[in-house]
């Protein structure tokens, strides 16, 4: 069965780095795990093909690497010899990509179908951007501050002109004792300490 | 030397000493005052501390010696830097005037002195509060987890990456296209971008509201803005330093290089660097002198100053280095772990084989058994010292580096509201003298009615700088910015600086100059004083501006570009400027140095005019 495997174009490679993902509580990659692997390609070609029954014996893995690494094709179910295209397989695994994942313990980065490239995920995006409510809190604060400032330099003008309004208003009322003026207490002018520019001069 | 030009009617101009004690007894005076010398100090730290002293300095540093480069840095501190910042503040504190009236009470027809300051001044703070633009940007979208810049966008079919995203890096892209939206070259406009309007409307409105009562207001800010720095940095100090890479960095900064001394550009670049760090020739630490008691000790200050400057230079170098070191230690990591999965997959050999302590024989023998394969593979030469040196300058060093940096370190969203805060404060506390500069001799240039309030003034001059600034929120507002970053504050700067020693030792008169520090703080400066201010510090000036000018129109003007169309990409790609932009250089370096001459030449003509009639 390895001889419609070696050389396909139909086949597939897969890289497994299980050190990677696990570290210390890395599993051993023997004949079992292969077997589960087997069964997972199975299980998601079953799914993708509603009604085809594929079995662990329709897939089929050759040139093992100690890497882990290895190629492997999927025939047909009714007819063994003939191999199923690239782009059904293909679509097969990106659908149940997450399952294959989850069985190994694995992520798309380290359980690896060369040329069947994982579909990311989107960025994370808040509704509301953050940086226009930090943006909304900075300015509202400088606003009112700056509102502040502008109405307490009004009042403190408008307080100094009123002082000094007052004190105009006192200085006025130096001149006039009692209420007169000194015009209306109805004196004579006595032309004495005049400046007497109307004589003839010496 | 008894060299002094005649300058009659000097007494007329400038309050004798009688007027000096009556107005500081009485306190008669009408200018605005320092609520105590704490405030000035903090204000005066905080103009000359800025982002240059984070992201310009380190870099100069590490790429002229390391260690050796801070002999040449603080000698010129000591010869260049002092002696004009005690020039500065004590003719401030004498004249009692803004930069304009200190340089008219000294001559009129010096006034264009004044006037130069005034522009540079204008200039710089357009393109720095865009900076500050930027800054704000990053820290509002700080708030997040996963912040912004570790993502990049998927492309249609979801298998992917948006191409520009996936060659360089999500910092790279954040930058470059989301926050900035850069163009191809300075000549694509391409519009407003609203993001960087929108922070430069913030920008704009947070220095109005600091600076909106003058020194009353910004002396109190500057308790916060000059002071959140040095806590922030003994934070990152203490986090760096327990990271991973941290002493490789520090290391690659301070070892010294020796014959680094021996090349001219080393002590060039550190001269330069020591003018623009004190902000010399901004006019406005003459205007704040000129808010101190006469009697202040602004000798005193003086040293307290540079000291205070040269210590935060090394100080935030380490801390910078050591992030930086973290950061190249991670990447190269990274470079070998990814070397080692491609011979894994090409050899198929079991996973844990090659490790990254075996990583160098485990290549030799494989290079040597299959070179072939191994020429095939796209095998990266990791460099530990290119990583230490990339990007480390300007702002590829906040926005790109150090955010990359941030987003390895466990807690990234408060590192870097952390960080940002702390350029924030720096850049802020640089503008309030900035717009001092400005502001004040506006007023006494007359442009401003005298029944204005100072929040008018305030209000106004942002309105107009925000307009302005509209420049550097385009698509192609990068290329403008390093322009004017390159232009408008070098040159002029070192020309007024030329201009003010001469003006001060040669016209003023270093005799009379002398006898005002005697009157104000007591004793005459001593020999140290007087041999740097009539010939060493005017010499080192003409020097690196002599050769400023020789170097720069010699080179060809170029200038980098994000391009993601260009071969280079992702590294910038560097193409020369259209031909009018010698206009406009003209403009941002000319129109400031000549302004000096220029003046004088109008003044004469004018009063020979008004002689004739």
């Known amino acids: 069965m390895s001889r419609l495997c070696v050389g396909s174009s139909h086949a597939?490679?897969?890289?497994i780095s299980i050190k990677t993902a696990l570290g210390n509580q890395a599993y051993v990659w023997n004949d079992n795990e292969m077997y589960l692997f087997r069964a997972a390609m199975a299980f998601a070609l079953r799914s993708y093909h509603n009604g085809q029954e594929f079995n662990v014996s329709n897939i089929m893995v050759c040139n093992e690497t100690p890497r882990v690494s290895f190629w492997f094709v999927v025939s047909s179910p009714e007819n063994s010899s003939v191999l199923l295209k690239k782009g059904d397989v293909e679509n097969a695994i990106r659908k149940s990509r997450n399952r294959i994942n989850g069985a190994f313990?694995?992520?798309?980065?380290?359980?690896?179908?060369?040329d069947i490239p994982p579909t990311l995920a989107a960025p994370v995006m808040p509704v509301t951007p953050p940086w226009l409510i930090v943006f909304g809190v900075v300015m509202g604060a400088v606003g009112a501050g700056i509102i502040f400032l502008l109405v307490s330099s009004l009042v403190q003008s408008k307080r100094k002109k009123n002082k000094k309004t007052l004190d105009e208003d006192r200085e006025d009322m130096r001149g006039i004792e009692n209420g007169l003026g000194c015009d209306n207490l109805g004196g004579v002018y006595n032309t004495t300490f005049s400046d007497g520019d109307k004589f003839t001069p010496m | 030397m008894r060299l002094l030009l005649p300058n009659p009617g000097l007494d007329d101009r400038i309050h004798s000493y009688e007027d000096l004690e009556r107005m500081d007894k009485e306190e008669a005076e009408d200018r605005p005052k320092w609520d105590n010398k704490a405030q000035y100090i903090l204000t005066c730290v905080g103009f000359c501390i800025g982002i240059g002293n984070v992201w310009r300095f380190p870099y100069l540093c590490q790429s002229h010696g390391g260690g050796a480069f801070l002999i040449p840095y603080l000698i010129l501190l000591v010869l260049e830097g002092m002696p004009l910042l005690l020039m500065e503040f004590a003719i401030g504190q004498r004249l009692r005037k803004g930069s304009v009236g200190v340089w008219r009470a000294i001559n009129p027809y010096l006034t264009g002195i004044g006037i130069a300051s005034?522009?540079?001044?204008?200039?710089?703070g357009l393109y720095y509060n865009t900076l500050i633009a930027w800054i704000m940007w990053y820290l509002f979208n700080s708030f997040q987890d996963p912040l912004p810049w570790t993502q990049c966008p998927l492309n249609e079919n979801r298998t992917?990456?948006?191409?520009?995203?996936?060659?360089?890096?999500?910092?790279?892209?954040?930058?470059?296209r989301v926050t900035l939206n850069t163009s191809a070259s300075i000549t694509d406009s391409g519009g407003l971008h609203w993001p960087v309007v929108v922070c430069l409307l913030a920008a704009w409105t947070v220095i109005g509201i600091c600076y909106i009562r003058g020194i009353s207001t910004s002396g109190k800010a500057v308790y916060v803005t000059a002071l959140l720095p040095y806590v922030v940095l003994a934070i990152f100090l203490i986090r760096g330093l327990t990271l991973k890479g941290a002493m490789t960095g520090v290391k690659f900064l301070f070892t010294p290089n020796v014959d680094e001394l021996m090349n001219p550009t080393t002590w060039l670049?550190?001269?330069?660097?020591?003018?623009?760090?004190?902000?010399?020739?901004?006019?406005?630490?003459?205007?704040?002198?000129?808010y101190n008691p006469v009697h202040n000790n602004c000798k005193q200050d003086a040293i307290i100053l540079s000291a205070v400057t040269g210590f935060t230079s090394i100080y935030a170098a380490t801390v910078t280095y050591t992030i930086i070191g973290f950061r190249a230690t991670e990447k190269y990591e990274q470079c070998i772990s990814e070397n080692i999965r491609t011979l894994l997959n090409a050899f198929g050999v079991p996973e844990n084989s090659i490790t990254t302590s075996n990583y160098d024989e485990a290549f030799l023998h494989l290079n040597s058994s299959h070179p072939d394969t191994i020429l095939g593979l796209d095998i990266k030469i990791c460099d530990m010292h290119k990583l230490l040196s990339e990007g480390v300058e300007g702002t590829g060093l906040a926005f790109i580096v150090f955010t990359e940096a941030i987003t390895k370190m466990p807690g990234s969203p408060a590192w870097a509201v952390l960080f940002f805060v702390m350029l924030l404060c720096l850049g802020l506390s640089t503008l309030f003298g900035n717009i001092e500069g400005v502001v004040v001799p506006l007023k006494d240039l007359g442009v401003f009615p005298k029944k204005w309030p100072q929040e008018a003034l305030t209000g106004v001059t942002c309105v107009v700088a925000f307009i302005f600034t509209l420049l550097f929120a385009q698509h192609s507002g990068l290329y403008w910015l390093t322009l004017f970053d390159n232009f408008a504050g070098s040159v002029p700067l070192l020309s007024i600086g030329f201009f003010e020693m001469i003006a001060v030792v040669y016209i003023y008169g270093v005799d009379r100059f002398n006898e005002d520090i005697k009157f104000m703080i007591g004793h005459k400066p001593n020999i140290f004083w007087q041999a740097s201010w009539r010939i060493i510090s005017p010499l080192i000036i003409l020097i690196i501006l002599v050769f400023y000018l020789v170097t720069q129109t010699q080179q060809q003007l170029t200038y980098l570009v994000w391009d993601p169309d260009s071969e280079e990409f992702p590294t910038l790609?560097?193409?020369?400027?259209?031909?009018?932009?010698?206009?406009?250089i003209f403009l941002l370096a000319g129109i400031p140095s000549l302004a000096m001459p220029l003046y004088a030449l109008c003044r004469l003509i004018f009063v020979s005019c008004k002689k004739k009639r």
């Open chain 1, 12 to 15: 597939y490679k897969v890289r």
């Open chain 1, 105 to 114: 313990l694995l992520t798309d980065q380290t359980l690896e179908f060369i």
């Open chain 2, 573 to 584: 790609a560097s193409i020369p400027y259209p031909p009018w932009i010698n206009a406009v």
């Open chain 2, 118 to 124: 005034m522009l540079v001044s204008l200039l710089i």
């Open chain 2, 160 to 176: 992917g990456y948006v191409p520009e995203c996936q060659q360089s890096s999500t910092v790279d892209y954040y930058f470059y």
């Open chain 2, 269 to 290: 670049d550190a001269g330069a660097q020591v003018f623009y760090a004190f902000s010399l020739a901004w006019g406005g630490l003459i205007s704040f002198s000129s």
